[in-house]
């Protein structure tokens, strides 16, 4: 008998409830992901930064509403398209990586995510998306 490997697609199904657009410390948002999202919202990236983003050190995150969603959630994602890079990674992120107990963590609020799956397992795929994502 020989069985499938796992796939991320095991690990994760998004329900589209928008808690991972809470923010939970921010949404980094590269150069790339400034210049597409810019483009997208047709608004120029300086712009974009100044009225779309803070700092946290020197990196722009995406700005939170008050009830703690990015500015860009709207009972769904409107820049779905042009998602900045860390939001399409979600969930297999380096610090599942670092500390396999953020997976269990993250799960406690993203009912996507299964935790009833080996934990070397578990690190084994996100290490592998995370290398196909860079």
């Known amino acids: 008998m020989s069985f499938k490997p796992l796939t ?7 329900k ?6 809470k923010g939970y ?16 919202i047709r608004t120029d990236p300086e712009r974009f930064v100044s009225d779309y983003c803070q700092k946290s050190g020197r990196k722009p995150v ?10 860009f959630w709207d009972k769904a994602c409107t820049i779905h398209p042009v998602k900045p890079r ?7 992120i380096k610090p599942v990586l670092k500390d396999i ?8 609020f993203c009912p996507g995510i ?21």
């Open 8 to 14: 991320p697609s095991d690990l994760f199904q998004c």
């Open 16 to 21: 589209n409830c928008g808690q991972c657009c």
């Open 25 to 40: 410390g921010g949404t980094f948002v590269t150069p790339e992901d400034i210049q597409a999202i810019s483009d997208y």
């Open 62 to 71: 995406l700005t939170q509403n008050p009830d703690g969603y990015c500015i």
């Open 86 to 92: 860390m939001c399409k990674a979600w969930p297999f």
């Open 101 to 108: 107990k953020n997976w269990e963590v993250m799960s406690q």
């Open 114 to 134: 299964r935790t009833d799956v080996q934990v070397n397992l578990i690190k084994k795929i996100v290490e592998k998306e995370i290398l196909q994502s860079t």
